[in-house]
Nanobody, 124 residues
Framework: QVQLVESGGGLVQAGGSLRLSCAAS????????MGWFRQAPGEEREFVAE????????YYADSVKGRFTISTDNAKNTVHLQMNSLKPEDTAVYYC?????????????????WGQGTQVTVSS
């Protein structure tokens, strides 16, 4: 089992920045891919970004490309999501996820471990 704990959410004005962090513990040797997803009220959980735990390859949703950056600190078993130029439509609960697979195709079902989520609210 992998345990994930997110931090760094909060309230920010449009155009501002936030940095989310996710600390992994437990069977971290099994992690091959880390991802961030978000879920707004009444909406389905959607993919935001993912990163290969070993090679560092990254993928982003079109809606955040150029504004968000995902990165890892493997020594600390931590993944970060730097969010710049935030928009009100970025408001959601953000979830960190870990997968033992390489080919996750941005699907929530491919991730076996999830954090509890952290609220991000962007005011206009």
């Amino acid at each position: 089992q992998v345990q994930l704990v997110e931090s760094g959410g909060g309230l920010v004005q449009a155009g501002g920045s936030l940095r989310l962090s996710c600390a992994a513990s437990g069977r971290t040797f099994s992690i091959l891919t880390m991802g961030w997803f978000r879920q707004a009220p009444g909406e389905e959980r959607e993919f935001v970004a993912e990163i290969s735990w070993i090679g560092g390859s990254t993928y982003y949703a079109d809606s955040v490309k150029g504004r968000f950056t995902i990165s890892t600190d493997n020594a600390k078993n931590t993944v970060h999501l730097q969010m710049n130029s935030l928009k009100p439509e970025d408001t959601a609960v953000y979830y960190c996820a870990a997968s033992a697979n390489v080919d996750v195709y941005r699907l929530p079902s491919a991730f076996g471990s999830w954090g509890q989520g952290t609220q991000v609210t962007v005011s206009s």
